[in-house]
């Protein structure tokens, strides 16, 4: 069927996006960026860049005294982050220590 109708490029992508399944994809892609603007430079810094393993964020940290504080920031971390991408993509998140081998 043809469209007569003007559709917007955004409309467009969208239709685009959810037709090939992508969405689940850009969203976790959203919460890693969410993540950076949340943490913010100087707390982005001290962690190293995040990962998504099926619905949890992964964030790797230092120090064990940042990883106990965001550990206790968690759940607002968590709302924050499912607020700027706009869905619930992420349940869990993670922050784990990095090994670093011995000097």
């Not at 005294?65 to 499912?82: F, G, H, K, P, V």
């Amino acid at each position: 069927m043809k469209r007569t109708e003007p559709q917007s490029i955004g409309e467009v992508m969208r239709q685009a996006i959810d037709s090939l399944n992508m969405r689940e994809g850009l969203d976790k892609a959203r919460a890693v960026d969410a993540w950076q603007k949340i943490a913010g430079q100087h707390l982005g810094a001290a962690c190293g860049r995040p990962t998504v393993r099926g619905n949890m964020l992964i964030i790797p940290v230092d120090s064990a005294a940042l990883r106990q504080e965001l550990n206790l920031r968690r759940s607002s971390i968590l709302r924050d982050i499912n607020a700027r991408v706009g869905s619930e993509i992420i349940s869990e998140i993670r922050f784990v220590g990095t090994r670093k081998p011995w000097a």
